[in-house]
């Protein structure tokens, strides 16, 4: 059975850092599109963080860049987070999602595993107080 579990979520004040963590079973990542998504209630799901499983490029949206790293661990299965200077406005449920999809760039690859994604985690909650 495939299965994806985050961990790493919390409160963290403004400006902290915090690194997301997520744990795949059942198959193994490294031939996978993976990545990071948020959503809050009654809100759109965005894509934060992706990695193309054609050429292991990295996507992040502009919101994040320069203050996130994707990163995978191929030896342990698991995809990493890092986020650092995190603002208020980073509060939200965030999740990793992976499936075997291909597409001409990181960021197409990206919006595509948020579309039509199946495997999906349970979701963390990161929230950014002072």
């Known amino acids: 059975q495939l299965q994806l579990v985050e961990s790493g979520g919390g409160l963290v004040q403004p400006g902290g850092s915090l690194r997301l963590s997520c744990a795949a079973s059942?198959?193994?990542?490294?031939?996978?599109?993976i990545g990071w998504f948020r959503q809050a209630p009654g809100k759109e799901r965005e894509a934060v963080s992706c990695?193309?499983?054609?050429?292991?490029?990295?996507y992040y949206a502009d919101s994040v860049k320069g203050r996130f790293t994707i990163s995978r661990d191929n030896a342990k299965n698991t995809l990493y987070l890092q986020m650092n200077s995190l603002e208020p406005e980073d509060t939200d449920i965030y999740y990793c999602?992976?499936?075997?999809?291909?597409?001409?760039?990181?960021?197409?690859?990206?919006?595509?595993?948020?579309?039509?994604?199946?495997?999906w985690g349970q979701g963390t909650q990161i929230t950014v107080s002072s």
């Open positions: 999602a992976a499936d075997l999809i291909w597409d001409s760039t990181a960021e197409a690859m990206c919006i595509a595993l948020g579309k039509q994604g199946n495997y």
């Open positions: 059942g198959f193994t990542l490294d031939y996978y599109a």
């Open positions: 990695i193309s499983s054609s050429d292991g490029s990295a």
